[in-house]
Structures are given as structure tokens and as C-alpha cells.
């Protein structure tokens, strides 16, 4: 979920110099974003604010500017809880504008542009997974006879942002022993903001496939491995935000 998050939360407000550069870093409560532009005359620390897509929501940002030759490079950390939702809702699925002021020294800094997301380099050697956003609770098989099954997934959803995010939809696979042996959808649900969302997931099996598949776990009656692997739809309204779903477990037939 990291890259799709970032898509959401960086979002950065006219057109970009070719020398300015974005970097980022993305850790399990926010992210590190590293600007490279000309330099003011020297470095130091750095104070100012971030603006994105033009809105006039204003984050205050701390940090340090390095100089090297020509350039400098302004690194900052900001944290997800502190992201304005007017950013979200100004969100651009191709591209996104920012404006960075502040100043450096006693110089003034004043850097804006527009980059496509493909032009920011993520920092992924030691990045969060969206294993840190979601999780899988359990599989369970809400029925199993010898003429039919039935399962659920429980999924629980960190939302890191300080206001809600409309779930437009799931769309989802259970592979029981590497075999699909069933799948499901969902519509309509809300990640509530600055919390653990718990998402129960109807899975529609195929009997026979899941038999198959569990053969052995029959004879012994033990765990079957699975993996759920799937979409969240995060909508908002500059466009919809897939979230890639692919997570392992076990479930049991017998309990």
C-alpha cells in the first residue's frame, strides 16, 4: 500500500525548472521527501512550508538544506496524520504540483513545479509494504459440508491519514494450496480516519475446487495454506487509487 499512499498524500503546486529533483522515503507513519534545486548561496537549516495542487493548506516543514557545488538539496520529514484532506481531495492520478518556501540561511527559497508521479524517485531499499497498512485477521470457512462451502476473510485496514477514505470497492481471490478455489467482491465502505478498519469479506467458494485443493488437509485434518490476493478501490475525487491485496495465511476445514 506504500506507492498508493504516497500517490495520495504527496501530491505536491507550475511548471518545474529542470533542475529541481524529488526524492522520497516513505516509513510506516509518513515519509522523507528530499527536494533538489538551485542553491540559495549556502546551506543550513531549512524552515518553511508545503503546499500541494494549489491548495490553500499549508504544512509547516522543518529541516536541513545541504549544499553541493551549485545545488542543494532540502530534506524533511512530514507524518501522514498531519497530510490536510484538501490535498486529497485535489489529487491528480498522471501528475501533481507543489510549492516549497521557506528559508535557507536567511535566504528565501521559493521552488514550485509540476512532475509526473513516475518522475519522483521512491527510496524503496528500506520502504514500508502495504503489509504495514493491511493485514489479514483470518480465513474462515463459514460452512463446509460434503455438497457445499462457504468463507469469509477478515482483513483489518490501517488508515494513517487524519480523515476518512471512501473503500469504493474489493474485488479479491482465495487460493487455498496455490489453487483458486474461490472469490468475492465488495462495495461501499469507509476507512475511518487515524484507525484500524476491520473489513469482513465474503468469499464465494467452489466446492469441488476447494476439495481438490484441500486433500490432504481432509485426510489429516490439518491447515490448509491460503493466500488472498486482490484490489482496494480507494475513491477520491481526482480519480480512483487501486491498492494491490496479497496476503498468506491458513485456514482449517474442520473448525
Known amino acids: 500500500m506504500t506507492d498508493s499512499l504516497l500517490l495520495l498524500v504527496f501530491a505536491l503546486a507550475g511548471p518545474i525548472p529542470a533542475a529541481h529533483e524529488i526524492h522520497v522515503q516513505p516509513w510506516p507513519d509518513g515519509f522523507t521527501a528530499v ?9 543550513g ?30 530534506t524533511f520529514k512530514m507524518k501522514y496524520r498531519d497530510v490536510p484532506d484538501d490535498w486529497a481531495n485535489r489529487f491528480r492520478i498522471d501528475d501533481f504540483d507543489y510549492r516549497l518556501h521557506g528559508k535557507v540561511a536567511g535566504s528565501d527559497i521559493d521552488w514550485s513545479g509540476r512532475k509526473r508521479w513516475d518522475e519522483v524517485e521512491t527510496d524503496k531499499s528500506q520502504s514500508t509494504t502495504s503489509a504495514d497498512f493491511i493485514k489479514l485477521g483470518s480465513i474462515e470457512l463459514t460452512e463446509f459440508s460434503l455438497l457445499q462451502s462457504a468463507a469469509k476473510a477478515v482483513v483489518r485496514v490501517t488508515n494513517p491519514l487524519s480523515f476518512s477514505l471512501k473503500l469504493a470497492s474489493t474485488s ?18 469507509v476507512l475511518h480516519a487515524s484507525q484500524e478498519t476491520i473489513l469482513e469479506l465474503p468469499i464465494e467458494v467452489d466446492h469441488a475446487e476447494l476439495l481438490s485443493a484441500a486433500g490432504s488437509a481432509i485426510r489429516s485434518g490439518g491447515d490448509v ?31
Open 35 to 43: 527536494f533538489f534545486g538551485p542553491s540559495p548561496g549556502k546551506g
Open 172 to 189: 479479491y481471490r482465495l487460493l487455498a494450496n496455490g489453487r483458486e478455489v474461490g472469490s468475492g467482491s465488495t462495495k461501499g465502505m
Open 225 to 255: 495454506e491460503s493466500r488472498l490476493k486482490g484490489t482496494l478501490v480507494i475513491r477520491l475525487p481526482g480519480g480512483d487509487i487501486s491498492v494491490p491485496l496479497d496476503l498468506a495465511g491458513k485456514f482449517s476445514l474442520f473448525k
Open 45 to 74: 537549516e531549512f524552515a518553511g512550508s508545503l503546499s500541494l495542487n494549489g491548495s490553500s493548506s499549508e504544512v509547516p516543514v522543518a529541516g536541513t538544506a545541504l549544499q553541493s557545488g551549485e545545488r542543494v538539496a532540502i
